[in-house]
């Protein structure tokens, strides 16, 4: 069975830091793109980092540069965000995602953050930053 747990989310004041993590089990772990999303109360949801299990590679939107960090731990199965500086406008539930790589001649493609793209999701964790 296909899982992905979502953990460490939680409250805290701006400019506060949380770690959350992603534990994946039930397919080739190393194989996949890992993203992270979140959705705001009456927003669409929206990707905020991923990361290629395959080279670590990674990709983060403009809105957490600088300030959010993904890695992966790939004897662990797991991809964590560290997320600093947390301003109110973060505050979301957060989701991650896998999308499984697809190779060519000149590298890998994966939904990065095309929502649309990824095959497995987790339940979500509620970050919430108060001002």
């Known amino acids: 069975e296909v899982q992905l747990v979502e953990s460490g989310g939680g409250s805290v004041q701006a400019g506060g830091s949380l770690r959350l993590s992603c534990a994946a089990s039930g397919f080739t772990f190393y194989d996949y793109g890992i993203g992270w999303f979140r959705q705001a109360p009456g927003k669409e949801r929206e990707g905020v980092a991923s990361?290629?299990?395959?080279?670590?590679?990674?990709h983060y939107a403009d809105s957490v540069k600088g300030r959010f960090t993904i890695s992966i731990d790939n004897g662990k199965r797991t991809v964590f965000l560290e997320m600093n500086s947390l301003k109110p406008e973060d505050t979301a539930v957060y989701y991650c995602?896998?999308?499984?790589?697809?190779?060519?001649?000149?590298?890998?493609?994966?939904?990065?953050?095309?929502?649309?793209?990824?095959?497995?999701w987790g339940q979500g964790t509620q970050v919430t930053v108060s001002s």
């Open positions: 990361i290629s299990s395959s080279d670590g590679s990674t």
């Open positions: 995602a896998a999308d499984r790589l697809t190779y060519y001649s000149g590298g890998y493609y994966y939904g990065y953050f095309a929502e649309v793209e990824y095959d497995y």
